[in-house]
């Protein structure tokens, strides 16, 4: 089994390998955003390939914020990276869906200690909080990145009794968050949802 420190390193080499993708996804995103279409260019990324990695690099930031907060710090700047990247792809729809983008780089946002961004972001996923009837996950990712704990708690309780489960404890869901895609609260990094990833490559590609 690869070392954490090794595991970093190869998120380091991933985060660098595809600034040339992501430059070409943000600038598109961006001529999307002001134009209101996707400029014809000749865009020579792959963003099948781009979602698949960036997926798998935070599943890797998500394992080390669960067992070497020191390997983790030396992240924040791919973290950043992962998260611009994850926006672009939500505005662009190309890859991911736009929730799963959404979330994800409201997650990458937070490992990156922007809140405020992780926060905003995760707002626009899903839906408001007087529209569920039935939560989803997503519902209660979203809930949760805004910091709504009080609406998390209700949330919670129909989502237990719709399923037919007991109601779990503060602890209980967020260590159910942590291990399936949200995080611990108290500023611990959030991790991934990765619905749409497959084969990782973390060599570069």
């Keep these: 089994m690869e070392s954490d420190s090794l595991l970093a390193d190869r998120v380091l080499s991933l985060s660098n390998d595809i600034r040339g993708e992501v430059s ?4 598109k995103a961006l001529l999307k955003e002001i134009s209101g279409e996707v400029s014809q260019y000749n865009w020579t990324y792959n963003s099948s390939r781009v979602v698949r990695n960036i997926a798998g690099a935070t599943f890797v930031l998500t394992a080390l914020s ?25 505005k662009l729809g190309e890859g991911v869906s736009r929730e799963t983008a959404l979330i994800n780089a409201a ?4 490992m ?11 707002r626009q996923a899903g839906r408001d909080y007087i529209e569920i009837a039935t939560p989803t996950f997503i519902d209660l990712a979203k809930t949760f990145l805004q910091r709504l ?4 708690r209700v949330l919670c309780a129909s989502f ?42 973390l060599g570069g590609s």
Excluded: M
């Design 24 to 27: 070409q996804i943000r600038a």
């Design 66 to 90: 669960q067992r070497n907060l020191a390997e983790l710090a030396r992240l924040d700047k791919a973290a950043y990276r992962f998260a611009l990247t994850w926006e672009s792809l939500a």
């Design 107 to 110: 997650v990458s946002y937070e």
């Design 112 to 122: 990156a200690g922007y809140q405020a961004n992780a926060a905003c972001l995760a």
């Design 149 to 152: 704990f009080v609406q998390l």
């Design 160 to 201: 237990a009794r719709k399923g037919k489960r007991r109601i779990c404890s503060n602890r209980e869901f967020f260590l159910c968050l942590r291990s399936s895609g949200g995080s611990e609260y108290r500023k611990k990094p959030s991790s991934p949802l990765t619905h749409n990833a497959v084969k990782v490559d």
